[in-house]
Structure formats: C-alpha cells, structure tokens
C-alpha cells in the first residue's frame, strides 16, 4: 500500500508529540511553542475565552425561550438532524426534556448501521417526535463516492457530509421552522488539523472531481452552495442555527450512559461509526493510505475538556485499532456496497495519493469576502 511519504510517523526520525494533549507530527502543519506544547492546544485556549465548558445555564435558558417563542403558530419549534450518532442523539434527547416541539430529520445516505437505525427508532420513540427521512439516491451517491476514490484526494467524506448538510438544510426550509440544532460541540470536537480534511461545502471542488471520474449525471443528489446557504436559507428564511452542546457540560461518556439506561441507545463503537462508510473512512483509509488518525484529534479534544487525562488517552488510542479481521469484514463490505469486485476494490485503494488542491477549488480570495461578508452582516443584524 502506497503512503503519502510527506507524513512524519511515530517511527521516524523527527517524530515529536504535544507535551499538553496528543497531538504529533503526523499533522505535516503541527507547531510547538518553546514548553512544547501545539497550535491545537493553544487555539482551544482562545475558544475557551466564548466557550464555558462547565456549561452556561443563563445562555441555554434564553435559547430555549427564544426558540419556543420563535415556534409559536408553527407546527414546530426546531428541526434536528439525527444520524444515530452521540452527538445528535444526545440533542435530541435534551429537546424531549427541554419540552421542545422537535421534528427530526434524517438524511439517509445509504450507509446506515444496523445499530444507527435501532438508535433513531429509539429517539423517536422517546421523545414522540415526527420523522422526515431524505433518501439519497443511491446510484448517484454510489457514482460521486467511486469518483472521490478515483481521485485520491484524503476525505473521501466529502460526498456523504455535503449530502447529509445539503438535504437536511433544504428539507428543515420545507417546515417553515426558524431554528435548528446542530451536534457541533467544543468539548468533543475542539481539534482537527486542517492538513487531514477539505471543505465539504465547496461546491466547485466536489463537481470537478465528479466532472473527471464520475460516470453519470448528479440529477437528483442534494447539493447546496455557500451563497445559497446564506442568503436563500440563512437570511432570506430566517433559518437559524445553534449549538446548544457548547452551552451545557457536554461529557460524552454520560451521554451515552444516560441515553442507554433511559432510551435503550447503544453505542457503534467509534466516532462517526454509525455511518459504515465513515467507519471504514476513518478506521483504516485516512490512518492505512494517508498516515492521519482522526481518533488522534478526537481524543485530544477530550484531553482539552477534561474528559480524559493525557495519559488515558494515549491508552486508548494505543489500543483502539481495528481487528484486523473486522478490517477484512469492512472491505468486503464496502467493495460489495459499492457495485465493483473485490479486486476493483483493491485497486481503488491503490490510487495515487493527491492533494485536495489538484482539482478545482472555491478560489481563496472569494472564501475571505465571504466571510468578511458574513461578519459585517451580523453585526449589521441583516
């Protein structure tokens, strides 16, 4: 199996970690201070200046009067986007117990678990919620999806995200509803170095690789650009976001404690695992074909919440690789998933590595208007 040779891995010389999280040197844009401690570390300290990670029960408060005010005369107060995972489970959880109309939406990509499915059903059980389910169809999600391996490119979740943040957000528009809720949080998700992943919302670089290595029309996939984003759905709907994880203290642990005593959620066994393609992603291409480990990132903004010490996590990341025979199963999986031989398979995973700046991307220039743009427009209160 071919590497990317630029990365710098634990055998080699030149390896270096944190000495305050875990982060190391397989991040090729990793930098240390003179105490030897990352960029990461020291970017979740300025997060921590409008982040409270004990919780803001003052600000949580208004947003949830804000909300129901906002619901009233509509059939509901907020759309949820619910995949089964942690995240999004544990929001949906804490709408039924803030008393919140919640109507749940699920984007199905093709790539369910057996256990994401039994988790939904659960929730929506649980909290009486309405479901609405877009599914993707399949022979155009399959098509992009074989395109992005042909490609090389690292995040090979392009795809399924866009799909999953397109539909959701042109689905919640149909409800007339003025809030959502997102699974974003600080406390699990504070580090990811940018040099592991590329914008799944750039538009243009997603149809110019599907342009190169695609073999049918995208007729019916959801896509959605920035501009539209913003000015159809954010501000010409009023379609407003929040991350109430960020205003609570968000352990994932008890969550997922919580939610298996009261709901009879299960856990999948990783971050993101309750997408079968994601767990494939994240559990052997990104680490085997690239050298990038996101359970590195993941555990790190553990460390950086005090969910985990330094030295717990280096544990767990130590000895949570994929079994190599579960690695064989996913394979298999994947090759029969996806329409081609194993062999086919096998020489997809073959593919050059290349960079996300090969093919076409949003030009930088028009990225920084946008969000100076976006900046002036908030404050402006347009």
Known sequence: MKVNQTIIRATEPGYRRCSRCIMDTTDPWIVFDAE???NHCLRVDQFKLKWKPD???????????QVKRDGQGRDYDVVLGLSGGVDSSYIA???KVWGLRALVIHVDTGWNSELAVKNIECLIHYGGFDLDTLVVDWDEMRDLQLAFFRSGVPNQDIPQDHAIMAGFTRQAAKHNVRW???GSNYASESILPQAWVYDNRDLSHIRDIHRKFGQRKLAQFPTLSRFE????YRRLQQLNRARPLDLIRYSKDEAIKIMEAEVGWRYYG???????FTKFFQGWYLPTKWGYDKRLAHLASLVMSAQRTREQALIEFQTGSLPIEEVRSDHAYMAGKLG???QEFAE???VPNTPHSKYATTPAALRLVGKWFNKVAKKLGV
């Open 180 to 182: 959502t809720f997102i």
């Open 348 to 350: 997809l995973m073959q």
């Open 340 to 342: 081609i031989s194993d």
């Open 229 to 232: 984003a913003y000015f159809r």
């Open 55 to 65: 919780g803001d029960p003052a600000a949580l408060e208004q947003l949830i009067e």
């Open 93 to 95: 959880y804490l709408c």
């Open 270 to 276: 990783g971050k993101h695992y309750e997408s079968r």
């Open 36 to 38: 030897g401690r990352c």
